[in-house]
């Protein structure tokens, strides 16, 4: 069986509090968008997982689409399968690609043996894989709080706009978007700025991370200057970025 793990945008990105656990409590709309990797599971002998297209750098052994596939297995005496990722989506860009890759994977093996698993118990296997990884079970726009594996409704369509990603190839790490971060709770609430015309966006709407990365990577900044100058309506960093959307 194949499947098209697809990135996210991140509309708005508040970081509101550090958490006792670690983390950071966030507060930000993820909007699925095409930019996909391609995922296949057939069944196999042994365990196994290859990779093509773009390099992974981590061992295979720690990739999240196996460590979706354990999270299932000790539940459901699942056989062995082979695993194929074909990456398109670049790593540490803000896009979400390997959550994503790990949300369908559950999805995959759902489907592939037949578990009956509902959107909310298969978002509750991938939670501790990571914390965008809830988000791709469901895979539509959603207003997310906490480590931003909570959901709620939220009424976002870029629908009839065009969307354009810019990817310059930096990779930002986590914790090093993270270094530069005083967490706030936002002056107009997240809700409030997306229900006003997207035209408005750019006078409301931001990234936290924005700051302390276009102070490291200036390039990165000019790529938002640039989209705003060929007449985009609003634009910004997605995630802990690089790409610029």
Known sequence: ????????????????????????NIESCFYPVGWTDVL??????TLQFTSSGLPIPAEWQTNLCLKA??????????PAVHIHLHK?????????GGSADG??????????FELNLSVAQMEDYVRPLGSDCAFFIGNQPLYCYEKGDRFADIEVDLKNYSVVLVNPTIHVSTAEA???????IPEV???DILAKPVSEWKHWLRNDFEKTIFSKYPDI??????????????????????TVF
Request: glycine residues 12%; hydrophobic residues 45%; proline residues 7%.
């Open 103 to 112: 949300a369908f994977t559950v999805k995959l093996l759902n489907d592939l």
């Open 69 to 78: 596939y354990r999270a299932l297995q000790p539940d459901f005496n699942l």
């Open 1 to 24: 069986m194949v499947s098209f793990p697809n990135a996210k945008i991140n509309l708005g990105l508040y970081i509101t509090a550090k958490r006792p656990d670690g983390y950071h």
């Open 88 to 96: 398109n989506i670049p790593i540490g860009a803000g896009l979400g």
């Open 40 to 45: 296949e599971i057939i069944r196999a002998e």
């Open 221 to 242: 900044a000019r790529i938002k200057g640039q989209l705003y100058e060929a007449g985009a309506l609003y634009a910004s960093m997605s995630g802990s970025g690089a």
């Open 189 to 191: 609430p997240l809700r």
């Open 178 to 184: 993270y270094g530069g971060i005083i967490p706030a």
